[in-house]
């Protein structure tokens, strides 16, 4: 079966801005941030959604989700994070591969959560900052 974007990244044929990793779960930086450091966390092993996860995986995985929210929160002075999970075309997944969606958000920013729209790294420098910041919180 052809490799998901996200198995890709995993065996480093595509690359991310990766800020945690271990031998289970890998964290990076979406490429179109809801809000700059929206980061997902991604299982290694490929399951189709969280539907379709393991319910042996789930304790670790949701740990490491909140290692990197908190991190998130707390590198980019966030007043608050939302943690998405998008499960099948109808509910907006378009990477059928589990992921958890953490988005920091700020007391009045208006954030539409709906698809379609997202912002902009200026350059790939700040994107690194956003990188590093995070990965120092961690
Ligand atoms: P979902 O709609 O829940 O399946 O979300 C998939 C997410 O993956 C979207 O927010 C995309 O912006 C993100 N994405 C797709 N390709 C990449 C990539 N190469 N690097 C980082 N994020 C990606």
Do not use: C, W
Not at 70 to 92: M, R, T, Y
Not at 103 to 127: A, C, K, W
């Amino acid at each position: 079966m052809e490799k998901t974007i996200f198995e890709k990244i995993i065996d480093r044929e595509i690359p991310a801005s990766i800020v945690y990793e271990d031998d289970n779960f890998l964290a990076f930086l979406d490429i179109k941030p809801k809000k700059l450091g929206h980061i997902l966390v991604i299982t290694k092993k490929p399951y189709r959604n969280f539907l379709s996860t393991e319910d042996e995986v789930l304790g670790e995985y949701f740990s490491v989700v909140k290692k990197v929210a908190n991190a998130v929160k707390n590198s980019l002075k966030a007043d608050g994070i939302n943690i998405v999970i998008n499960n099948e075309p109808a509910a907006n997944q378009e990477v059928f591969h589990t992921h958890t969606h953490i988005i920091p958000r700020f007391v009045n920013d208006n954030l539409d959560l709906s698809p379609g729209t997202h912002e902009e790294y200026s350059n790939p420098e700040q994107m690194e900052e956003y990188k590093e910041k995070i990965i120092s919180a961690l």
